[in-house]
Each structure stands twice: as C-alpha cells, then as structure tokens.
C-alpha cells in the first residue's frame, strides 16, 4: 500500500506541474497577443470545483481578485487542465455559444493568424522548454552514469531472430550505421531497430552485420525473450509461494544448469525452453496428453552450498512459468563511468539528451498504429507504474521530462480537440484567408472529443486487463 501511495503522489505531483506548464504557455502567449483569458483551471471542474477565485470567501479576503478577467482555480477531475480563451471554440465553448456574443477585440478570433499559432503553440513549446530545463538540471546535479559497451565482460545474449539476421551471443554492439555506441541504454534496442548496418566486436574483430531492408519491428524485438538482452546466469532470487518452483523444492540462491535436459547458461535459455512449451499446448489440434507431456518438467538445480546437482521434477501451470525472480546482483559488478557537467556544459548536454528522447519518442509512434503497438497504450496506471516504489528525485525528475516530452508530442498531433487540430485549422486559415464556418468548427471539435474519449477508453480498458488480469 505504501508502495502504491508514494507512486501516486509522484504521479499526481508530475501531472500538476506538467499540466500548469503546458496551460500557462497558452495563458502567457495570450496575455502578451492582448487575449482575454476567462478560466485558468489547473484540473477539470464539470459540475463544480474544488477551489476558484470567484469563491465569495476568497474575494472577499483578497478583493483585487474580484474584478480580474480571470478566474483561476483547481478542479476535482484529475485528467488535464485547461484555459478558457475569450472568443475561441473550445471544451468550454461552441460556435453558438460565441456567435451569440458581440465580438470584442480582446477576443481570440478577432487576432491575426500569427498571434493565435503562437497561443495555441504555447503549451507543447513550454513542455519542450521544460524538459530541456529538467535534463540540463538533472546533468549539472547528478551528472550521467554509463556503461561503455567495451565494458561489457561477457558481451550481450541474443534471441533466435537475433541468430538469424547474424548475431551471437557475446557480441558487443559498438557502432550503428557507423556512429560509435556511447553506452549500454533503454534506446539502445530502437536505435538497432532502425539501423542499416551494425558493428559488433566479436572475439576482439570489429563485424558488421548487415539489418534486414524492412528493419526490425521495436515490440518484436522487446518480446520475451528480447533481441538482446545482458547475460544473467539463472541464480533464483525469490520463488513466489505456491508456484511450481517452491513445490519443487526450488530456493533463493540455487542456480538452475537444465530445464528440460537443455542446458542452461542464461535465463534467456530458459525463457526459450518454457517459450518451446508454451507453443506447443497452444498449437491447434495439441491433445490432452501432449499438453500434459510439455508441462511436465525435469529441472537440474545446483542448490546454494551444495556439491553436485540435484535433479527435480516440476509440474508446470498453464502460464507456464517457473514462479522465480532471478537474482540480478550480477549485473554490479559490470564498471560504469560517471560523466559530470559544469553548469555551462550541462545545458548542451541536457538539450543533447532532450533531442535524443524526442527523436526516440516520435519513432516509436508509427507503432501505435498495428495491433501489438495499440496493447501498449496505457492511461494513468501505466504512468504511474513507470516512477520508482521510493521517491528518488533524480528518478522523479528523469521521469516528469520524459512525460513532458510525451506531453507535447501527443498535444502537436492533429488530432480535432488537441493543440495540433487547431494549428492545423489556422494554418488551413492562413493559406486560404479564411476560418471554417462556426457549423465546421464544432463539429470538427466534437470528432476531437470523441476520438479523445475513445483513446482515454482504450487506455484504460489496457491498463485494467494488464493489472488486473
């Protein structure tokens, strides 16, 4: 429960900050083009609110607020957050809604072109600004820690599909198309995804391995057991209560050699072998007794302090897993260097890091569009599962950067209803010199909202059938 708590209020901490940032862009940008701003609500607010300088308490302790044009506040939903712009159509405002009005020259749409761009581009700009500010934050207080890949003992371990295109296990990628691998990192996999040529050292050669002309798909390549992955000898960590590898007689500490007489250096080998088992009882026309025959497992454990080998018999569950944590404190003895950064240095390298998530990000998009690519979307539950289970700020703040980023991605997208959909609509305006008709207008919203709620649905049915089932 603590757990849960600590990530939720990283979650909601991140959101808040992230949120302002990204409407106060709008909010300024309309302010310095002479824009009303009616509402600046940090949280939605349908029905009521939970805080709003239109509260009679509240004008009454500080009057000045009584008179501004804006009312600021926070509302109780905690999806988003939005600013009301006197003269625009909007969630707040339909085409009816401001024909029924005398236009007023404080108005959005009575501004030129240009000035409105600029207001609806505010809020994806600032969450950009922001990042860069985090990570050059995060380089001048923290610094970098790396894993040069020359320092990699034992190389990588590789999947089939990896074997096939010409890789083996120990090799070392140093080079894609030709540009030198800084270090061991989460991009690492996307940037051999969309490479052409990659460079590994094997045996101490330096070996280019020609990529297929289509390329790699990136959740191909991040399925168990992954394209490539560091060699873990398979030491158990934790065995879960009630699984089939404490029914065994399987403890933290023993090292399993075979899974079903293959012999087993790495926990890749036994990710494949239960993987060759799972295919079977899931393949059409698989009788009961085949079935039952694939479950049943013989496991060779050398157990902690022991002499010789202990061979085990395993009754497997339909999931077919083990029910084992592997031990991963092999992986500290691999050397990592750190990098630190003068405040002059840190702001180039937080904008080199900035640009590599960005770019990364937006690669990774063209696979929101296949079916695997639409299982991963995920809402708030995802998010928040992806910060620490302590409050780490270095974490914390890596983390809010990176949702910032994704933040302004997501908002350029032309989607009706997003940041995008409306520069879209004024640059159709601009070269046309002319706005859509109120009627196009809120329809052209309406789509948005409902392709909106559409995706908030999706993500969230994905996030209840991944943690809940």
Same mark, same amino acid.
């Given at each position: 429960?603590?757990?849960i708590?600590?990530?939720a209020?990283?979650?909601?901490f991140c959101?808040?900050?992230?949120?302002?940032?990204?409407?106060g862009?709008?909010?300024?940008?309309?302010?310095?083009?002479?824009?009303?701003?009616?509402k600046?609500?940090?949280?939605f607010?349908?029905?009521?609110?939970?805080?709003?300088? +239109?509260?009679?308490?509240?004008?009454?302790?500080?009057?000045y607020f009584?008179?501004?044009?804006?009312?600021?506040?926070?509302?109780?939903?905690?999806?988003?957050?939005?600013?009301?712009?006197a003269?625009?159509v909007?969630?707040?405002?339909s085409a009816e809604?401001i024909?029924?009005?005398?236009?007023?020259?404080?108005?959005f749409?009575?501004?030129?072109?240009?000035?409105?761009?600029?207001?609806?581009?505010?809020?994806?700009?600032?969450?950009?600004?922001?990042?860069?500010?985090?990570?050059?934050a995060?380089?001048?207080?923290?610094? +970098?820690?790396?894993?040069?890949?020359?320092?990699?003992?034992?190389?990588?371990?590789?999947?089939?599909?990896?074997?096939?295109i010409?890789f083996?296990?120990?090799?070392i990628?140093?080079k894609?198309?030709?540009?030198e691998?800084?270090?061991?990192?989460?991009?690492l996999?996307?940037?051999?995804?969309?490479?052409?040529?990659?460079?590994?050292?094997?045996?101490g050669?330096?070996?280019d391995?020609?990529?297929?002309?289509?390329?790699?798909s990136?959740?191909?390549?991040?399925?168990?057991? +992954?394209?490539?992955?560091?060699?873990?000898?398979?030491?158990?960590?934790?065995? &879960?209560?009630?699984?089939?590898a404490?029914?065994?007689?399987?403890?933290?500490?023993d090292?399993?050699?075979e899974?079903?007489?293959?012999p087993?250096y790495?926990?890749?080998?036994?990710?494949l072998?239960?993987g060759?088992?799972?295919?079977?009882?899931e393949?059409?026309?698989?009788?009961?007794?085949?079935?039952?025959?694939?479950?049943s497992l013989?496991?060779?454990?050398?157990h902690?302090?022991?002499?010789?080998p202990?061979?085990?018999?395993?009754?497997l569950s339909?999931?077919?897993?083990?029910?084992?944590?592997?031990?991963?404190?092999?992986?500290?003895?691999?050397?990592?260097?750190?990098?630190s950064?003068?405040?002059?240095?840190s702001?180039?390298?937080?904008?080199?890091?900035?640009?590599?998530?960005?770019?990364?990000?937006?690669?990774?998009?063209?696979?929101?569009f296949?079916?695997?690519?639409?299982?991963?979307?995920?809402?708030?539950?995802?998010?928040?599962?992806?910060?620490?289970?302590?409050?780490d700020?270095?974490?914390?703040w890596?983390?809010? &950067?990176?949702?910032?980023i994704?933040?302004?991605?997501?908002?350029?997208?032309?989607?009706?209803?997003l940041?995008?959909?409306?520069?879209?609509?004024?640059?159709?305006?601009?070269?046309?010199? +002319?706005?859509p008709?109120?009627r196009?207008?809120?329809?052209?919203?309406?789509v948005?909202?409902?392709?909106?709620?559409?995706l908030?649905?999706? &993500?969230?049915?994905n996030?209840?059938?991944?943690?809940?089932?």
């Open positions: 429960m603590e757990i708590l600590i990530k209020l990283q979650l909601i959101l808040s900050l992230l949120v302002f940032i990204h409407e862009g709008h909010f300024l940008f309309a302010k310095f083009s002479g824009v009303k701003v009616e600046f609500y940090l949280f607010n349908p029905y009521f609110h939970i805080f709003s300088t +239109r509260d009679k308490w509240f004008t009454r302790l500080f009057p009584k008179d501004n044009e804006t009312e600021y506040g926070i509302g109780w939903l905690p999806l988003g957050g939005y600013v009301s712009i003269g625009m909007d969630e707040t405002k809604d024909a029924a009005r005398e236009p007023q020259e404080s108005d749409n009575q501004k030129p072109v240009w000035r409105r761009f600029l207001i609806m581009a505010g809020g994806v700009l600032f969450n950009l600004i922001a990042a860069l500010v985090i990570y050059s995060i380089m001048y207080t923290w610094g +970098r820690e790396i894993v040069p890949m020359r320092n990699l003992p034992n190389g990588l371990n590789y999947n089939h599909i990896a074997h096939e010409g083996r296990n120990g090799d990628p140093i894609v198309d030709g540009e691998i800084e270090g061991y990192s989460g991009a996999m996307m940037d051999i995804s969309e490479a052409s040529v990659v460079t590994v050292l094997r045996d050669n330096a070996v391995i020609e990529m297929p002309e289509e390329g790699v990136l959740l191909e390549m991040q399925k168990e057991p +992954r394209f490539f992955s560091m060699p873990i000898k398979p030491i158990v960590g934790l065995v &879960a209560e009630g699984t089939p404490e029914k065994s007689g399987i403890r933290k500490g090292t399993i050699l899974v079903g007489s293959v087993t790495d926990i890749s080998d036994v990710t072998e239960l060759r088992r799972q295919d079977i009882i393949a059409e026309g698989c009788s009961h007794e085949d079935s039952l025959r694939a479950l013989s496991v060779v454990v050398l902690a302090n022991a002499a010789t202990d061979t085990l018999q395993m009754q339909d999931d077919v897993k083990l029910g084992v944590m592997w031990d991963d404190t092999q992986l500290k003895d691999i050397q990592t260097e750190h990098i950064y003068g405040f002059l240095q702001i180039p390298a937080g904008f080199q890091l900035a640009w590599n998530t960005l770019s990364d990000y937006v690669v990774s998009l063209k696979y929101l296949n079916k695997e690519g639409v299982q991963q979307v995920g809402s708030f539950l995802t998010i928040g599962s992806l910060f620490p289970n302590t409050w700020w270095h974490a914390f890596s983390m809010t &950067a990176f949702i910032s994704i933040l302004a991605v997501m908002n350029i997208l032309p989607i009706p209803g940041d995008g959909g409306h520069i879209v609509l004024l640059l159709y305006e601009g070269i046309m010199r +002319r706005q008709s109120p196009v207008m809120d329809v052209i919203e309406k948005g909202l409902l392709l909106l709620l559409g908030m649905i999706l &993500a969230i049915g996030d209840i059938l991944r943690f809940f089932f």
